[in-house]
């Protein structure tokens, strides 16, 4: 029995995903995890280090690690890396052009990264209910997503405000991740 199979049987019983929430300042990351924690979102303020959310769905115990975004502390995410099974990337839908070019760059970066392949890759495209926000196939192409193959990914247009969708991405990135980690023998 190889390290790998040994590695796949614990994680199987403690059915344990480590989710990295990660995009730029003011993209909804927090306001996305307190809305799937069911918590109250009427006041969020900037996220200067992180949060972090533990929530059982579909009978996986899911640890959320919610990271700000500020362009000062982004070199300090590469300091959550370790153990990820899941990225969810969230992208502000109605942010300006240069922004959208930042997030580009910062998301296909992160992807080099050794400590995350093989990570399932989540990206919400948030902020859909503001009017002027692009469509979700829209930012695919503006991310440039269809050029990734080092991760499987799932991109979908959301609301952290309204909550629409946010559940629908959740289910998919457990689901992905699930089928690579607790293999059914």
């Known amino acids: 029995m190889g390290l790998l199979t ?3 049987k614990l994680k199987q019983k403690e059915k344990e995903i480590r989710i990295l929430m990660l995009g730029l300042d003011n993209a909804g990351k927090t306001t996305i995890l307190k809305r ?3 918590e109250d979102i009427s006041t969020i303020s900037p996220t200067l280090g992180f949060n972090i959310k533990t929530l059982v769905h579909n009978g996986y115990k899911l ?3 919610d990271v700000g975004g500020q362009k000062s502390i982004r070199s300090y995410w590469r ?3 370790e153990q990820t099974d899941g990225l969810v990337w969230v992208v502000d839908s109605a942010d300006r052009p240069d922004r959208l070019e930042d997030c580009r760059r910062e998301l296909h970066s992160l992807l080099l990264e050794e ?3 093989g990570a399932s890759l989540l990206i919400f495209a948030n902020k859909q209910d503001l009017s002027g926000a692009l469509s979700y196939e829209q930012i695919e192409e503006l991310l440039d997503l269809r050029s990734i193959q080092t991760h499987h990914w799932h991109i979908i247009g959301c609301s952290a405000v309204t909550g ?3 559940l629908a991405g959740m289910d998919w990135i457990v689901s992905d991740i699930a089928s690579r980690i607790y293999m059914l023998e």
């Open 79 to 81: 300091n959550y890396f």
């Open 36 to 38: 799937i924690n069911g």
């Open 164 to 166: 629409a969708n946010l």
């Open 115 to 117: 400590r995350l392949a």
């Open 63 to 65: 640890n959320i690690w």
């Open 6 to 8: 040994v590695l796949k």
